[in-house]
């Protein structure tokens, strides 16, 4: 499974965008780049997945350069019920068996107001 | 559907007992995941089924930790002895069998051995 690498944390104010970025140097041709949301005392959410270009849904948009080796979570105009951990995970699709869900520190951001 | 459903949601006992965690994934879904989340480590994937069968058990800490899934609609974690550094909370998870699929996050149980 591709190591990805994200930021400890990140602080913000209410109505700014926040842009969470993911490095996964050594991603796979076959990986998705899946992103998780976890509030607390609450288990993980999924919000968004992607293979390449960009992925854009109700809660967030997601970002992926053309050689795969990042991606950026953008959050539009985020509110205080936007603080929580913000998980990057990049493997191959869940529905091939033996692939497992691996989720590595997160990004804890704290939104002020 | 109710979603992911563990039980209990909270759970004291003290050291040397047998804790059962138990765990209902979403009707349809055949893979699912046991994880345990500390401050300290994060959330850790202990072991994962598909179809019922465990393909993978290197997360689990030791063998006072066991898991087994009985039919597609249960699943239980047991700690026989527990010990005081086994308290944290335990996630149940499940997926659906489609391309890109996302996994499906119960309540969690929180544990706490004394």
């Known amino acids: 499974l591709a190591k990805t690498t994200q930021p400890i944390s990140m602080d913000s104010y209410e109505g700014q965008e926040v842009n969470i970025t993911c490095s996964h140097n050594?991603?796979?041709?076959?990986?998705?780049i899946t992103w998780y949301q976890q509030f607390p005392s609450q288990g993980p959410r999924f919000i968004i997945q992607?293979?390449?270009t960009k992925v854009t849904n109700e809660v967030a948009s997601l970002f992926i350069p053309a050689d795969r080796k990042s991606s950026t979570l953008s959050l539009p105009r985020v509110s205080l019920s936007d603080t929580a951990v913000y998980y990057c995970l990049v493997g191959p699709p869940l529905n091939n068996a033996g692939n497992m869900l691996t989720f590595g520190g997160g990004t804890r951001l704290m939104v002020k107001p | 559907d109710a979603g992911v459903i563990q039980s209990p949601r909270h759970e004291v006992t003290e050291m040397g007992q047998e804790v059962t965690l138990r765990c209902k994934p979403i009707s349809g879904h055949n893979s699912l995941f046991w994880y345990r989340q500390t401050m300290m480590r994060g959330l850790e994937l202990l072991i994962y089924?598909?179809?019922?069968?465990?393909?993978?058990d290197s997360g689990m800490p030791e063998d006072r930790f066991s898991a087994k899934m009985p039919n597609a609609s249960f699943s239980t974690l047991k700690i026989q002895p527990s010990e005081p550094r086994d308290s944290a909370v335990y996630f149940c998870a499940s997926s659906f069998p489609t391309d890109n699929t996302e996994a499906f996050f119960g309540q969690g149980t929180r544990l706490t051995v004394v």
């Open positions: 089924f598909n179809n019922n069968v465990p393909i993978d």
């Open positions: 992607g293979y390449k």
């Open positions: 050594n991603i796979a041709t076959n990986d998705y």
